[in-house]
């Protein structure tokens, strides 16, 4: 398998792994701090946000296009898995949750930005 189809791939079953959390009624999970539901949505975005900025790594060099394209991605996947968990019973939808998922998008695009800055600017010649 090609490295874009790979990485395509991890990303779509990672979507699907969240969709399927997502039509859970419950996750057994113990909530251990106020507002633990948040940073997972967060984690679980980063992660996401890394894996698009993997695959969009194929289709462009461009930083800032990729870093608004896993921005995109992530916020608009986002606002689709809390318009599903809005048919889950025992699950709602939460503009909250929308947010945390869209800035662990945008903590992806940043933290991968500058690593792939940094890197460049490592490999220049002295």
């Known amino acids: 398998m090609k490295p874009a189809y790979r990485d395509l791939f991890a990303l779509l079953v990672y979507c699907g792994f969240i969709f399927y ?4 009624s419950t996750l057994p999970i113990p909530m251990l701090f106020p507002h633990q539901d948040k940073a997972m949505h967060t984690g679980a975005y980063f992660v996401m946000g890394i894996l698009t900025w993997r695959w ?3 289709l462009t060099t461009s930083g800032l296009l990729k870093s608004c394209g896993t921005l995109l ?16 019973p025992g699950r709602d939808a939460d503009a909250f949750d ?3 998922d869209t800035f662990g998008g945008l903590l992806a ?3 991968c930005f500058y690593l792939e800055r940094w890197s460049r600017f490592k490999r220049r010649p002295i």
């Open 56 to 58: 969009l790594c194929h």
């Open 21 to 24: 959390l997502s039509s859970r």
């Open 73 to 88: 991605f992530c916020s608009v996947y986002g606002i689709s898995d809390e318009w599903h968990q809005s048919f889950v």
């Open 98 to 100: 929308w947010a945390a």
């Open 109 to 111: 695009a940043y933290v």
